[in-house]
């Protein structure tokens, strides 16, 4: 298996990558490796440039520049008339809309019982800290009668 996804560090033996033009830039890695597998089942040579970098650290997607699909410049018209046939927006229908509804109050449930839990918390570690407090108060009067009264008098 030849894999294609190139950084700027990287040289492959299968790509003349010399000449190469960026036709399309993308911020997250699976969108370029999305597009990549398009053209790549249309057997249209090309890499990604900044590819393993971003898939390192995704912050530094910004940095480089995005992750750059490259192809060779007379392959550049056909390849994107292909992605655009492909980039066909998902239609949102009530099913779908109902489910994300659910979701975010599922979510919004789940935040605010986080909140009570930890509320709850800070409120029995405030009184545990209290008592604590007058236990430890408590022992050391207990320790002091102790020893005034049986070893001292």
Do not use: C
């Not at 597998?37 to 995704?58: R, W």
């Not at 909140?115 to 207990?142: K, P, Q, W």
Request: zero cysteines; proline letters at 2%; glycine letters at 6%.
């Amino acid at each position: 298996m030849k894999d294609n996804v190139l950084d700027d560090d990287f040289v492959s033996k299968n790509i003349p990558i010399a000449g190469f033009v960026e036709i399309r830039n993308y911020s997250f890695e699976h969108e370029a490796v999305f597009a990549k597998a398009i053209l790549d089942s249309e057997s249209i040579q090309n890499f990604l440039k900044n590819a393993n970098m971003v898939s390192v650290y995704s912050g530094m997607s910004i940095g480089l520049g995005g992750v750059g699909l490259m192809v060779a410049p007379e392959n550049s018209r056909r390849a994107l008339e292909i992605l655009d046939r492909q980039e066909i927006p998902i239609e949102v229908d009530d099913d779908m809309q109902a489910e994300a509804y659910l979701l975010n109050l599922e979510m919004e449930a789940a935040e605010e019982e986080q909140e009570e839990l930890y509320d709850n918390r800070s409120s029995m570690s405030g009184i545990l800290n209290v008592f604590m407090i007058a236990l430890g108060g408590t022992i050391v009067v207990f320790v002091l009668w102790l020893l005034l009264k049986y070893f001292i008098f």
